[in-house]
């Protein structure tokens, strides 16, 4: 691997992984239209994943910080609560989800109801719950959006974001609950994989912090221009590329 693609790779991870275009699911359509992608090895794909940890950390550093010294307890439960749903379809429902990567049919109906939900979420919502106005429902709704949203091509943002708003969170208290709960599965994800680290050649350091860097700037810049945009109801620019995607997907497949 090359300086240039670790950049690439980056920059793909902070884009996809925050924008709500669903990252898993352009994984899948660049496999199956490139026959001869590869993904990076797993201890780099850790290094892209760390990237885009710190920048919910550092974006959200005093929510976060408030939760940790306890300030706002609640959220605590709130985050375990919206968390255990995607915990028990990702163990019950293992073999049958790795399944689904293979098939770009599905990711493209699933990036049309992507879109569907980012659309409508610029339409519906009565925005009146603030951070201390959270119910454990909303938290348990939310949640099961993030379960479904381990099906390639439907956005984990744009689903928990949307749903959100849904249920009438005000779109700031959405976004932050959205990213901030994503932190206990993305580090869980990279605690499994520490035992991989041990596999990396010292020559590669420099590559792996350059996608490191670049995942997190990259990351920081997709967290502000998705605040902007839900802010001003503008989702729906995501929902016409995510339809676009679909269409195109199904149109080379024939």
């Known amino acids: 691997m090359t300086y240039l693609q670790a950049l690439i790779l980056g920059i793909v991870q902070g884009l996809t992984e925050f924008l709500p275009v669903s990252s898993s699911g352009h994984l899948v359509i660049i496999q199956s239209i490139f026959k001869n992608f590869k993904q990076p090895g797993i201890s780099f794909d850790v290094f892209l994943h760390f990237g885009t940890l710190f920048s919910v950390l550092i974006y959200f550093r005093n929510e976060i910080l408030d939760i940790l010294r306890l300030k706002n307890k609640k ?15 990702g163990i019950l429902f293992k073999d049958f989800i790795e399944n689904l990567f293979n098939n770009p049919i599905l990711v493209a109906y699933a990036l049309i109801f992507t879109g569907i939900i980012l659309f409508c979420s610029d339409k519906i919502g009565s925005e ?47 976004i932050k609950f959205s990213f901030i709960m994503s932190i206990p599965a993305i580090l869980g994800a990279v605690v499994l994989s520490l035992k991989d680290f041990s596999s990396i050649n010292s020559s590669l350091y420099g590559i792996y912090m350059t996608g490191f860097f670049s995942s997190l700037i990259v990351g920081l810049l997709s967290l502000k221009l998705l605040t902007i945009l839900t802010k001003l109801k503008s989702l729906k620019f995501f929902s016409i590329y995510c339809w676009c995607i679909a269409v195109g997907v199904l149109i080379w497949m024939k």
């Open 128 to 174: 009146n719950k603030d951070d201390n106005n959270i119910t454990f429902v909303d938290a348990a709704i939310i949640g099961i959006a993030q379960a479904f949203a381990i099906i390639p091509g439907i956005s984990r943002s744009g689903s928990t974001v949307s749903v959100g708003i849904f249920c009438g969170l005000k779109r700031d208290v959405a």
């Open 75 to 89: 959220w605590i439960f709130l985050i375990i609560i919206a968390t255990i749903p995607a915990g028990i379809v």
